[in-house]
């Protein structure tokens, strides 16, 4: 089961890369024909805007596994161990309720968008906010995750924090362990 998770993960990760890939090729050579040569794509506009919603719902799910979303944790750091569950739970729940929010308004606006296409391109605007589906499925699955590990006591102090260091700790870290000495990386 953790290989399927991965490997979709992996090719969400992937993803992104391709979407930026393709709006740096198309807003690029699209400045290159204006400017060089008078004319343009006009589909590179409306695909690279697409391509962007895209890789931010898709970079918003990565980020939320690998625990990179900004955050503040000087309160929750400083609290009893019944605290930080309590802010965890809270925290887990408010999200699990905003991407139920999500699903459901995007189920609310589905009629809309399917009968709406796009001026250029001519494909139904549910390709582009459909997903909206998937961002919410997938983190409200990871949120009750959570939740239940919480729940049931599967989950390890260390995980009661939502926030991960930056890479510079990380890495100080990681060489502290390999040298033993404690100093610059």
């Known amino acids: 089961m953790q290989t399927t998770i991965n490997t979709f993960f992996k090719l969400l990760e992937f993803l992104v890369v391709a979407c930026m890939v393709a709006m740096v ?10 400017y060089g040569f008078n004319s343009g794509i ?4 409306e695909m690279s805007r697409y391509c962007f919603i895209w890789l931010t719902y898709i970079g918003a799910m990565v980020a ?11 309160l929750v750091r400083r609290l009893p161990l019944g605290g930080k569950k309590m802010c965890l739970f809270l925290s887990e729940s408010l999200m699990l309720l905003c991407n139920v929010l ?12 399917v009968t709406s296409y796009s001026v250029v391109v001519g494909i139904s605007m549910i390709w582009i906010y459909g997903i909206g589906y998937v961002t919410a499925a997938v ?6 995750h959570k ?27 990681e060489t502290e362990t390999e040298t033993g000495v404690r100093g610059r990386a």
């Open 147 to 173: 939740l239940v590990r919480l729940l049931t006591g599967r989950l390890a102090d260390s995980e009661l924090v939502n926030v991960v260091e930056s890479e510079d700790h990380v890495i100080m870290a």
């Open 25 to 34: 090729i198309m807003v690029f050579g699209n400045v290159v024909l204006r």
């Open 139 to 144: 983190m409200g699955i990871m949120n009750v």
């Open 42 to 45: 006009s589909i590179s506009d």
């Open 102 to 113: 999500f699903f459901l308004g995007t189920w609310k606006m589905h009629d809309l968008q």
């Open 64 to 74: 939320m596994r690998d625990k990179t979303h900004l955050g503040v944790d000087t």
